[in-house]
Every structure is written in C-alpha cells, then in structure tokens.
Nanobody, 123 residues
C-alpha cells in the first residue's frame, strides 16, 4: 500500500492559479500511475486527470478545457496538479489516487487515496 498526502489547497479568487501537491510514501512511487479527482458538495467524485508512471502519458477530463495540468517528480515522490484560470465551479475537495494500473486510476477504482485538500474559488 502507498500512503498519499495532498496539500496546496486554499481560498483563491476566480481567474487565479493554484498548484496542488500529493506526496506518496510507503512504496515505490514509480510502480504507480497517479490521478487527481475532485468532489464538489452534493456531487459525485469526478476524475480531473491521470498520469502514468513515467509522466510520459497523461489523460484529462474534457470539460476542463486545458486549464489543468498534471505532472510528477519521481525523485520527490510527488504528483502535482497545476490549475489555471480557476472558476467558482472548480470549488471542491481534491483527492489524489494511485494504482499500478492506469485504467484503475481513470475509472476511480484505485485502492489508494489521499485525505483530500479543499479548494475554494470565490467569484
């Protein structure tokens, strides 16, 4: 099992940027594909995007219009979510997930999840 800890959330104004981090520990980081999800109040959890073990392949939810970017630093056991041009509808708790299989990350069936970090975007 891998332990995941997210950070970087906060209260920001619409139109600004924010970078979330997720640090992994307890297992070999490069064994895992990583993903970011979010859950807004009253809504189901949804995929934001995913990245394979090397960082060479990424997948994003279409509705984000290219505003978000996932990257990873395997030397730091960390995956990042760069969020630009934030909108009030981006307000949610953001979670990272890890799984050896990319398909499990993308479909939300990963066994490994962080505790989440709150992002609130004011208008």
């Amino acid at each position: 099992q891998v332990q995941l800890v997210e950070s970087g959330g906060g209260l920001v104004q619409a139109g600004t940027s924010l970078r979330l981090s997720c640090v992994a520990s307890g297992s070999t980081f490069t064994n895992y594909c990583m993903g970011w999800f979010r859950q807004a109040p009253g809504k189901e959890r949804e995929l934001v995007g995913a990245i394979n073990w090397s960082g060479g392949s990424t997948y994003y939810e279409d509705s984000l219009d290219g505003r978000f970017k996932i990257s990873r630093d395997n030397a730091k056991n960390t995956v990042y979510l760069q969020m630009n041009s934030l909108k009030p509808e981006d307000t949610a708790v953001y979670y990272c997930a890890a799984d050896p299989r990319m398909v499990a990350v993308v479909d939300g069936t990963s066994d490994n999840w962080g505790q989440g970090t709150q992002v609130t975007v004011s208008s």
